[in-house]
Structures are given as structure tokens and as C-alpha cells.
């Protein structure tokens, strides 16, 4: 097994552990548990294979800031054995990802996102720390995705209200651009990469998007997790302005389109979470009384 022969290769201390890959594994990584206190993460290709190399480097430096624990880097493989990618070792971190409408205590789970993404947002952006380009566009001007975002639309028409999801992403890009030096920012807060422990959540899970740029994309977990009545609470407690509420909407939007575009019809876990996290958008802005495109 390719796990084990990097493990004796670079980590003997840890090779004779007991192995167990874990499944449903991540869309960039393949993960395993290594005995009862690890987990190894392996990129499974190109476009994430930066990322255990920038999360060795952050994530020491972040996990002071922060209220919820986040991966600790034990060590950091490199290539070899067949396997072209550094790769990386990290502590376990117990506990289970949130069900989606099932949260045992949804304003406070809001509250302790909200405090998470609050925290984040602080601490300095250090130049000699901060990853640069990142995957995805994540951070960046919701511009760039207006393309793939408008096609994305017109392909899912038989699915979603085209002409709701269109006044979605139009007062996205109306919205003003964050007016601030760039911030951290997680990049990926959904469901998927939040753990809870005794109706809490107790970590804070993938920082292969993590990044300095507008903390709009930050607001995700508002509609991929949360419900109405514990989001207004996220938003009032982490701060957002309206703008940048609106941007993050956005962000939620195309992200949750183009994975139900690329996955849905081979991933029915997939399907549903992003087919949630669409009309969650939808149902929001509607509250909100946006009922028409906003101008270009």
C-alpha cells in the first residue's frame, strides 16, 4: 500500500500504527486515521498539491487566534515512493460532522461559527505567512466567476428558478468590493469540514483553501449549515456588513452550482447538500426583499 510505504520510508516511528482509509474521503484529499491519535491527508492531484506545505506552514501560526481547534501538522511528507506530491500527518481530531437540518442547538452552533469566523478575520495577514494565489478563485473578486456562474444557471434551469438564482448573482456583483486591506480567510466553511462533539462544534476542519482576500467567502456556512432564524444570528455576531452579506450570498451561490454541476449526477450526498445550499440562498434573499436584479 502506497500510505504505508511512505510511512516506512520517511515516518518508521509511525509505520507499524494500524491504518484505515476514511470514507467518504474529501474532494482534494484522500484521508486516512493512523492509529488512535493521526491522520495522514495525501493530495489527489495537482490542484491540491500545495496544500500541505501551506497548511504546515499557517496553521501553527493561526491556531493561537482561534476558539475552535484546527488541524495540528505533525509532519510533512514529500515525494517519493511513486508519489509525486508532499503529503502530511496531523493530529486527530474527534467528533462528527454536523447533519444538516438536524442541529441539536442551531443559535448557538451560530454563535460559535460566527466567534470562529470573527477571529479569523483579526489576526494580522502576515506577509511572510500569507499563501498567496489560492485554489478556486477563493477570496477574490466574484467577477471572475461570472462566466462559469451564468452557464451554470442556464444548465440547471430545469432544476432551480433561473431568474431568482440570476438576481442573486447580479446584486452580488453590484455589491461594492471590500473596501479593507485582505484578510485570512478559510475559504471552505461548509458542513463537510466542521466536526461537533456533545452538540457543539469542536473543530474547524480543511484549510487547503486558506487564503488572503475578501472575508465574503467566509459567510458560506450561513446557507450550507445554518437555519433562517440562527443565520441572522451568524450574521449579526461575525460582524458582516451588508455588502459584504450580499457578496457572500453570492459565493454561496456559485460555489454550491458549480459542485451540483460537476457532481450531482454521479454523487447523490453531494446533490443534496448543494441543492440545499442553492435554495437556502433563494429563501434568503427573498426575506431580505430583493425581488429583482439588482443594476449592473
Given at each position: 500500500?502506497?500510505?504505508?510505504?511512505?510511512?516506512?520510508?520517511?515516518?518508521p516511528e509511525?509505520?507499524?500504527?494500524?491504518?484505515?482509509?476514511?470514507?467518504?474521503?474529501?474532494?482534494?484529499?484522500?484521508?486516512?486515521?493512523?492509529?488512535?491519535?493521526?491522520?495522514?491527508?495525501?493530495?489527489?492531484?495537482?490542484?491540491?498539491?500545495?496544500?500541505?506545505?501551506?497548511?504546515?506552514?499557517?496553521?501553527?501560526?493561526?491556531?493561537?487566534?482561534?476558539?475552535?481547534?484546527?488541524?495540528?501538522?505533525?509532519?510533512?511528507?514529500?515525494?517519493?515512493?511513486?508519489?509525486?506530491?508532499?503529503?502530511?500527518?496531523?493530529?486527530?481530531?474527534?467528533?462528527?460532522?454536523?447533519?444538516?437540518?438536524?442541529?441539536?442547538?442551531?443559535?448557538?452552533?451560530?454563535?460559535?461559527?460566527?466567534?470562529?469566523?470573527?477571529?479569523?478575520?483579526?489576526?494580522?495577514?502576515?506577509?511572510?505567512?500569507?499563501?498567496?494565489?489560492?485554489?478556486?478563485?477563493?477570496?477574490?473578486?466574484?467577477?471572475?466567476?461570472?462566466?462559469?456562474?451564468?452557464?451554470?444557471?442556464?444548465?440547471?434551469?430545469?432544476?432551480?428558478?433561473?431568474?431568482?438564482?440570476?438576481?442573486?448573482?447580479?446584486?452580488?456583483?453590484?455589491?461594492?468590493?471590500?473596501?479593507?486591506?485582505?484578510?485570512?480567510?478559510?475559504?471552505?466553511?461548509?458542513?463537510?469540514?466542521?466536526?461537533?462533539?456533545?452538540?457543539?462544534?469542536?473543530?474547524?476542519?480543511?484549510?487547503?483553501?486558506?487564503?488572503?482576500?475578501?472575508?465574503?467567502?467566509?459567510?458560506?456556512?450561513?446557507?450550507?449549515?445554518?437555519?433562517?432564524?440562527a443565520r441572522?444570528?451568524?450574521?449579526?455576531?461575525?460582524?458582516?456588513?451588508?455588502?459584504t452579506w450580499?457578496?457572500?450570498?453570492?459565493?454561496?451561490?456559485?460555489?454550491?452550482?458549480?459542485?451540483?454541476?460537476?457532481?450531482?449526477?454521479?454523487?447523490?450526498?453531494?446533490?443534496?447538500?448543494?441543492?440545499?445550499?442553492?435554495?437556502?440562498?433563494?429563501?434568503?434573499?427573498?426575506?431580505?426583499?430583493?425581488?429583482?436584479?439588482?443594476?449592473?
Amino acid at each position: 500500500m502506497l500510505v504505508r510505504r511512505l510511512l516506512a520510508a520517511q515516518l518508521p516511528e509511525l509505520a507499524g500504527l494500524p491504518l484505515a482509509r476514511l470514507d467518504p474521503a474529501g474532494s482534494d484529499n484522500v484521508i486516512y486515521r493512523l492509529g488512535t491519535e493521526l491522520s495522514v491527508r495525501l493530495p489527489r492531484g495537482e490542484w491540491a498539491a500545495g496544500q500541505p506545505e501551506k497548511e504546515a506552514r499557517c496553521l501553527p501560526r493561526l491556531a493561537p487566534h482561534l476558539p475552535l481547534a484546527i488541524p495540528e501538522p505533525i509532519a510533512l511528507g514529500s515525494p517519493t515512493e511513486g508519489y509525486p506530491w508532499h503529503w502530511s500527518v496531523s493530529r486527530w481530531l474527534p467528533g462528527s460532522p454536523p447533519d444538516i437540518g438536524g442541529l441539536p442547538h442551531p443559535d448557538q452552533t451560530a454563535a460559535e461559527l460566527a466567534r470562529f469566523v470573527a477571529a479569523l478575520h483579526r489576526i494580522p495577514a502576515d506577509a511572510a505567512l500569507a499563501p498567496g494565489p489560492h485554489n478556486g478563485f477563493i477570496g477574490a473578486p466574484l467577477a471572475r466567476r461570472d462566466t462559469e456562474t451564468r452557464v451554470a444557471i442556464a444548465e440547471t434551469a430545469d432544476v432551480f428558478d433561473s431568474s431568482a438564482l440570476t438576481a442573486i448573482w447580479d446584486a452580488a456583483l453590484a455589491a461594492p468590493p471590500w473596501p479593507h486591506p485582505p484578510v485570512w480567510v478559510h475559504g471552505d466553511l461548509h458542513p463537510g469540514n466542521l466536526l461537533m462533539a456533545d452538540g457543539r462544534v469542536s473543530a474547524v476542519l480543511d484549510f487547503g483553501g486558506l487564503g488572503v482576500g475578501d472575508p465574503a467567502c467566509d459567510a458560506l456556512i450561513a446557507w450550507t449549515l445554518l437555519p433562517a432564524s440562527a443565520r441572522e444570528i451568524f450574521r449579526a455576531e461575525s460582524g458582516f456588513d451588508e455588502d459584504t452579506w450580499t457578496r457572500g450570498r453570492g459565493y454561496a451561490l456559485c460555489t454550491g452550482l458549480n459542485a451540483y454541476t460537476a457532481y450531482a449526477a454521479t454523487n447523490p450526498r453531494v446533490a443534496a447538500s448543494t441543492r440545499h445550499q442553492i435554495t437556502e440562498t433563494v429563501a434568503d434573499f427573498q426575506r431580505d426583499g430583493f425581488r429583482t436584479a439588482a443594476p449592473r
